[in-house]
Each structure stands twice: as C-alpha cells, then as structure tokens.
T-cell receptor, first 116, second 112 residues
C-alpha cells in the first residue's frame, strides 16, 4: 500500500519556468490537498479538492493551479515560477474533512522546490 | 476565519524531562476538530491525535497526553519523560469547513 506518492522529491526551476508537481494516492480518499511549508510559518493550504471534478482555493492559491480528473490524482501546477515559491510542498489526502466526517490527513513525503 | 497559535518556537530539554507544548486556537464555529502532527528530522508528517469540539475528555497514551479546554480555546500536548527520538517539530492544527489550518510549529530538541 503506497499511500500518498509525490514526485519529484527535489526540483530546481528558473524564474518564469512552469512545472507540475505530481500527487497520487491509492487509498480511495475523496479529499486531497496541497500545502507549502516555509520556515516559521507552518503549513499553509494552497488548494484542496473534496472529490473528482471539484477543487477550491486555500489560503495561498496565487500562482498555482490544480485539477482533479480522477479520485487518485491531484497535480499542482506552477504557471510561472517565482523565487517566492521556493518551499517544501506537501500533498495530503483524507477519507473526509468536514463537520461530519473528519479523518486525519495522510501526507506524502514532500517536494523541495527551489526557484532561482 | 480560523487561526492556530503556537507561541513556543523552540523548546530544548534534557532527556527524561517533561515537555508541554501550547496551542491556542480561534474559530467561530461550534463544530470543529483539533489535531497534533509530528515532523521528525526526516521530514515526513505523522498524525498523533484528533479531538472534536464535543469531546473534552483528556487522554493519555503512553508518554503522550493531551489537555483540551474549550473554555480557554487551548489544546495542549505533553510528552512525559522525553527521549531523544521525540526531537521533532510539532504542529497543532484546526479544521472546519474543509480547510485545515496549522500553527507555525514548535521545535522540540531533546538532548541526551
């Protein structure tokens, strides 16, 4: 059981380049999300999805796009990378995150992105 | 809007000392969930405990214990008789409305 798989583990981009961070889960979780982790700021929610075809913005969505065409996959796209997007990115999934169903997040191992 | 505050940035203790991590939260909702996650030096994030807003019963699990007080909006976490393997960043988190908000984290260093 692989859980949440993120690729790549490391990436270096030049300013203005675009790329996609991949995230896949094999637990049939409806809820998936992307966070970025910066020193002293904890984890901040970028985008989330409550099911295939449904996405919504989190706390820091600017500069990022997501889509959810399948239950398993939730890629994060950086449209035009900027140095401010240098961070560690975590994908997470859960059976459910709402008032009625609230199970813990399962995290991927993270992607360390550097934008020069 | 919801907010989680972990006022302690870093805590350093000697092995076998107790460590208490503070967490204060703000939310307008009456139904919500609170979590603690651990991030060891290897970088992965590990779930420790979940509490809902209707369950104020405190819990002890091995060397870990949690103190949830709704009246003061606090959800504190204690490690008893700390060990070097407890060295990690600990995050408190609050969830409602499909969004999980994390505190800034407290770095715990346990020295042998």
């Amino acid at each position: 059981n692989a859980g949440v798989t993120q690729t790549p583990k490391f990436q270096v981009l030049k300013t203005g380049q675009s790329m996609t961070l991949q995230c896949a889960q094999d637990m049939n979780h409806e809820y998936m999300s992307w966070y970025r982790q910066d020193p002293g700021m904890g984890l901040r929610l970028i985008h989330y999805s409550v099911g295939a075809g449904i996405t919504d913005q989190g706390e820091v969505p600017n500069g990022y796009n997501v889509s959810r065409s399948t239950t398993e996959d939730f890629p994060l796209r950086l449209l035009s990378a900027a140095p401010s997007q240098t961070s560690v990115y975590f994908c997470a999934s859960s059976y459910g995150v709402s008032d009625r169903v609230n199970s813990p997040l399962h995290f991927g191992n993270g992607t360390r992105l550097t934008v020069t | 809007a919801q907010k989680v505050t972990q006022a302690q940035t870093e805590i350093s203790v000697v092995e076998k000392e107790d460590v208490t991590l503070d967490c204060v939260y703000e939310t307008r909702d009456t139904t919500y969930y609170l979590f603690w996650y651990k991030q060891p030096p290897s970088g992965e994030l590990v779930f420790l405990i979940r509490r809902n807003s209707f369950d104020e019963q405190n819990e002890i699990s091995g060397r870990y214990s949690w103190n949830f007080q709704k009246s003061t909006s606090s959800f504190n976490f204690t490690i008893t008789a700390s060990q070097v393997v407890d060295s990690a960043v600990y995050f408190c988190a609050l969830n409602n409305d499909y969004k999980l908000s994390f505190g800034a984290g407290t770095t715990v260093t346990v020295r042998a």
